[in-house]
């Protein structure tokens, strides 16, 4: 299995070496390897997505890890603006056919490639069926360049936040310490399982006072989610509340890059850390099957009012 392996890594087939070489023009493109794929979603909006998503992008690169960040919040599309980035063509201009993935991929010295959406731009689930198709296999086929492919997501359980999320094996849910945060985390988290098809989902507590607060958070939102879904969630981490982070989105930078030494930096690369020595056998990269099979889902439900852009 190709479990969380270098795409480009093909030390170890000797066989290689055995087989008769393939004319050119005769060579089939092998059906590419999946990136590890990380969606980070949350209910309620302004809980911290673009800071941890972007955090992790750069922690992950710090870590010699190839990484690919695509701003999947079409609404309020924002990593360009944390980064300081200015891009020359967006998503969007991919989806019309303006330019490439390659074109618009921003590449960030010591960090990771971006995807920049535009601010207000229709929802890939907006989309017709067919158009949305051709990019979503694009981008599919695109992201197996890389070790990982995290996708910053708009806030809610609408269709167009959670398609990226229910397409992804893997998705980092991230919430405060706030009631609605919290009831808002929960019925994301049950449409998600409704949905299917996540294998490891992770909860990201932000913005609390103490390592401490953050468990109880976690505890609490454990709980229901035992009680009413039946399933145990993982703590992927918690993220205390830092001024620097604002002070950082200023200087349009990240807090790993501003305060490099902080507590809030620390705890990023701790998750990032987690997140690669995750034993191989439980990591699942993305397969053009289920990535494909979320999409249709949306496909199906939109049929009716295709508005075909
Ligand atoms: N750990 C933190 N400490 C202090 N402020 C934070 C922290 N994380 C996020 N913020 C603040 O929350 C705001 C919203 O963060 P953002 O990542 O844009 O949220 P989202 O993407 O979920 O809408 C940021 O502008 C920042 O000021
Ligand atoms: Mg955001």
Request: net charge negative; hydrophobic share 45%; with cysteine.
């Amino acid at each position: 299995m190709n479990i969380g392996r270098n795409p480009n890594d093909h030390a170890g087939d000797q066989a290689a070496a055995l087989r008769p070489s393939t004319p050119l023009s005769k060579k089939i493109a092998p059906p590419p390897v999946g990136a590890r794929c990380i969606a980070i979603g949350s209910g309620k909006g302004g809980v911290g997505k673009t800071v941890v998503s972007v955090g992790l992008a750069l922690s992950l690169c710090e870590r010699g890890q190839r990484v690919l960040l695509f701003d999947g919040d079409m609404g309020l599309a924002n990593v360009d603006l944390q980064m300081g980035l200015v891009p020359a063509f967006t998503i969007q201009d991919v989806i019309f056919g303006h330019c490439s993935l390659e074109n618009a991929c921003m590449r960030i010295e010591g960090g990771p490639d971006v995807l920049v959406s535009a601010s207000g731009a229709p929802e890939l689930a907006d989309l017709s069926p067919a158009r949305r198709q051709l990019f979503i296999e694009d981008l599919f086929r695109f992201s197996s360049n890389y070790d990982y492919f995290l996708i910053d997501t708009g806030a809610g359980i609408g269709r167009g936040s959670t398609d990226f999320l229910a397409a992804c094996p893997e998705v980092l849910v991230v919430l405060t310490n706030e009631p609605t945060s919290l009831m808002d985390a929960y019925a994301l988290i049950k449409t998600l399982h409704l949905r299917g098809e996540v294998h490891g989902l992770g909860v990201i507590v932000n913005m609390v006072d103490s390592l401490d607060e953050g468990e109880r958070v976690f505890s609490r939102l454990n709980a229901i989610a035992r009680q009413f879904l039946g399933v145990s969630l993982a703590l992927a981490g918690v993220l205390v509340y830092d001024r620097q982070v604002s002070d950082a989105i200023r200087q349009q930078q990240s807090i790993v890059r501003y305060a490099s030494g902080g507590a809030v930096a620390h705890c990023l690369r701790d998750i990032a850390r987690h997140i690669e020595t995750r034993p191989r056998q439980q990591v699942v990269p993305l397969s053009l099957a289920q990535w494909g099979k979320q999409w249709e889902v949306t496909a199906f439900l939109s049929a009716e009012g295709d508005k075909a852009l």
